[in-house]
């Protein structure tokens, strides 16, 4: 209904047109403001809506309140239309045909530590950002960068070397990478000249010296085996995967280029930088002994990425926001030197993720590793799985935690703002009420359950004109919105926080109605308003990656 009354609006006005929920349903289902409209037909917005409200004709009641149009939709044709179309649609409800050709690149690790919490969310927005993006018509590639170069790398590297013994993995193999790292911190407490033999494993490793490559190759291999391990668990699966080292000394041809140009100068320590101006000042693009940063190669991989994905429309970063300034200076460098991926690139900066104690330090060893919480949270939704079945196989159990305790995770963090801060609490987060993944997935399971009890009798029913059940169509009706918003917004944040306010609306409503003791037709129609409310508990749910149970 609301898309009818929009197109009827858009024939008159000749443009696209935003419709208002009045905060009093007396004041009608939808509002039309013409506050907007006085500068184009120079009158009075009040006139406007007057005038309009004499044009436009359809299956509704309109009244004018001073510069609003107020909508009044016949309920039964509303749910009528509303239902019918989800069950027709099903999981394709609310899809649209963007046809725009779209790069993520998540979740980029640094090859020195295992996967943790921040990667976690990282992985969380990437996945569920990807597939809203699909749901809209977009074609979507997702690519991945292994960090698996630099003085983090080395630093790993330089106290397996000194303390490790040649010992093979005794544990997940990037955790076992990760201690390293940690040790290096800590030694070199005792040891301040280590920071300097890390910075000459590095220009060893840059010379390509046999000894140092080898054991880099080692320590990559093992990183890299534990991070696919934790990327099968969250089902990432890349297009394409790049390597910084495979390319960070192409990045040095790019600010050669540029130092000829004139755009990048040398300083008195033979170091070369970029001066950005005030707001982000000079940056060092490679240091007096020549080594690369970071920038360096991400400069390279910008054009890179737009070359083998030549019809790229837009290049999404998703990186933490403890980067912007990094993002900043890539884009403005990209910029100054006038490459493609200038001003088709955007970097979505997303807030930290701490815990309840606080911040945490890979370098201190107080993170929490991705492969340790999913493994925690899994064995607490299995207690509470045994606290309510006593029958249930170990198979089951297993399967059910594990649907159920990765949704947890992931809806925990994706019901937050991505751009703001917040801290993971693991026992809120599984818990089978409130805020949270399992009692979405919960009111899912309630559908199923409800649909496999009662089916629909004699002819289908969708006319409803009860409070309840014309709010809960009211809300089905708003999805496709929720998701292009989210989508516009890079906001997956919306589209969790309405299927809690669905599973909410549908509780109230199943709670006061005996579906299965209705009438006939009563009944027919709310079974089908059912069927309606779990489609769309599905379909929002595999927007987030999380999947459904047919019983919890």
């Not at 950005?276 to 000079?282: D, I, M, T």
């Not at 403005?332 to 979505?348: P, T, V």
Request: aromatic share 12%; with cysteine.
């Amino acid at each position: 209904m609301q898309e009818e009354i929009k197109s009827k609006l858009k024939k008159i006005l000749n443009e696209e047109v935003f419709l208002e929920i009045p905060p009093d349903p007396k004041l009608g289902d939808y509002a039309f403001p013409c506050f907007s409209l006085a500068k184009k037909f120079r009158k009075n917005p009040n006139e406007i809506a007057f005038d309009l409200s004499k044009k436009i004709k359809g299956k509704f009641r309109v009244e004018v309140n001073g510069a609003y149009l107020n909508f009044f939709i016949d309920k039964g044709e509303l749910s009528k239309k509303v239902i019918i179309k989800i069950l027709k649609e099903k999981e394709s409800y609310g899809k649209r045909k963007n046809k725009k050709n779209i790069l993520i690149e998540y979740p980029s690790p640094n090859t020195n530590k295992p996967l943790h919490l921040g990667h976690v969310r990282n992985i969380a927005l990437g996945n569920s950002l990807s597939n809203l993006l699909e749901f809209i018509g977009n074609n979507v590639k997702k690519v991945n960068l292994n960090n698996d170069r630099g003085i983090h790398i080395c630093k790993s590297m330089l106290a397996y070397k000194k303390f490790g013994n040649n010992k093979k993995p005794d544990k997940k193999s990037d955790h076992f990478v990760g201690d390293f790292y940690v040790l290096f911190e800590k030694e070199l407490q005792k040891n301040k000249e280590l920071e300097n033999e890390a910075y000459e494993l590095l220009k060893n490793w840059e010379n390509n010296e046999k000894e140092t490559i080898n054991l880099w190759k080692k320590m990559n291999k093992w990183a890299l085996n534990g991070f696919n391990e934790t990327y099968n668990i969250f089902n990432l699966k890349f297009d394409k995967i790049y390597n910084e080292s495979a390319f960070y000394n192409k990045g040095k041809v790019i600010i050669d280029k540029g130092l000829k140009k004139g755009l990048f100068k040398k300083g008195e320590n033979n170091e070369v930088f970029v001066d950005l101006g005030e707001e982000l000042g000079k940056k060092v693009l490679l240091r007096p002994d020549g080594t690369s940063v970071y920038i360096t190669q991400d400069l390279y991989l910008a054009e890179l990425k737009f070359k083998d994905f030549p019809k790229t429309d837009l290049s999404i970063y998703v990186v933490a926001n403890e980067q912007n300034y990094h993002f900043k200076v890539l884009f403005k460098i990209l910029e100054f030197l006038n490459l493609k991926a200038a001003k088709k690139s955007y970097h979505l900066s997303y807030g930290y993720v701490s815990l309840p104690e606080g911040r945490m330090k890979s370098r201190e060893g107080t993170v929490v590793d991705a492969d340790d919480l999913v493994e925690e949270i899994v064995n607490l939704a299995k207690k509470e799985i045994e606290k309510r079945y006593s029958n249930l196989s170990k198979k089951e159990i297993e399967r059910r935690a594990n649907i159920i305790g990765l949704g947890a995770i992931i809806f925990f963090i994706l019901k937050i703002d991505p751009f703001k801060d917040m801290i993971f609490h693991p026992e809120k987060s599984i818990s089978f009420e409130g805020d949270t993944g399992p009692y979405v997935q919960y009111s899912y399971a309630r559908c199923s359950s409800i649909l496999r009890n009662g089916k629909v009798k004699g002819k289908s029913n969708y006319n409803l004109f009860n409070d309840y059940d014309i709010e809960l169509v009211k809300l089905l009706e708003k999805f496709p919105d929720i998701v292009n918003k989210a989508t516009q917004k890079y906001k997956p944040s919306l589209v969790a926080n309405y299927l809690l306010e669905l599973s909410r609306k549908f509780s109230e409503f199943y709670d006061r109605n005996p579906v299965l003791k209705e009438e006939n037709n009563l009944r027919n129609a709310r079974l089908n308003l059912i069927k309606s409310i779990s489609v769309i508990l599905k379909s929002g749910l595999n927007l987030l990656n999380i999947k459904t149970l047919e019983e919890m």
